[in-house]
């Protein structure tokens, strides 16, 4: 199994020199307070994802050797937040975490935040989705509880609603980008449910998705945002839409 576990470390820029990656806070109260720099993650926090994902395979089924032989934790840098509010980008320092995608994408991924970066596009936190857990029923790493932490991930295996094929997120060719920020929004009748519960989609916010911010990284690469879609929209949500790859023998939609 492909994962290469690296860690996620965070520097102070030199003077006059080259950014190098710092730790970032994951304080989740409404007043602003200074972060003291990018949340820091080690190879300790990747310990046990494989032992995970038998458990997970135990509900779900086996995945595919195709995914699961070929996935990819990709070192991405990236600007974070001043402030717990998440109301201004802090360019002093640039921070460091690991995606776990399909290796088939890992040098489409690096692009798409290397663009990120260079728009100032601030980023929560990029966190490996294990140290949140398994969800209740153990179907997967708890997906809530990251997005509640407004953390920024991409593999899950999990079971995609009312739809035999495989999801997205359990290929390692879909990310989940500032969830607090982006909800997932789903339209009722008479109201409207986001995902996670109490986020706030504001397109005027710094790290909100919005067509003009994520596209121009994405189009050129064949990839999609889901704040495109009509129902429900999906503004966290990043995909490849029609991934070429020996490995991913699985046909999506």
Known sequence: MLFLLLGIRCKETPAGGEEDPTPASDHRDTTAVLYDGC???????????????????????????????HLEA??????????????????????????LVHACMADEVRAIFDG????????AKVIPINRYGLN??????????????????????????????????????????NPFLN??????????THEPPGAHYDPERPGTLTRSRIMKHLAPIGWTWGG??????DHQHIEKAHPVCEHLREKVR
């Open 228 to 233: 495109r879609w009509r129902r429900p929209q």
């Open 116 to 123: 990120l970066r260079r728009d100032h596009f601030p980023i």
């Open 39 to 69: 949340h820091h993650s080690t190879f300790a926090d990747t310990t046990g994802l494989a032992h995970d994902l038998d458990i997970i395979e135990r509900k779900l089924g086996l995945l595919d050797p195709g995914i699961r032989d």
């Open 183 to 192: 909800p997932l929004v789903r339209h009722g009748a008479n109201s409207n």
């Open 136 to 177: 209740a029923d153990s179907t997967g790493w708890d997906d809530v509880a990251s997005m509640t932490d407004n953390n920024t991930s991409a593999f899950n295996y999990r079971s995609k609603t009312m739809v035999p094929e495989t999801s997205k997120h359990a290929q390692g060719i879909a990310i989940d980008i």
């Open 74 to 99: 990709v070192e991405i840098t990236y600007y974070t937040f001043t402030d717990s509010a998440f109301t201004t980008c802090d360019t002093a320092r640039v921070c460091s975490g690991i995606l």
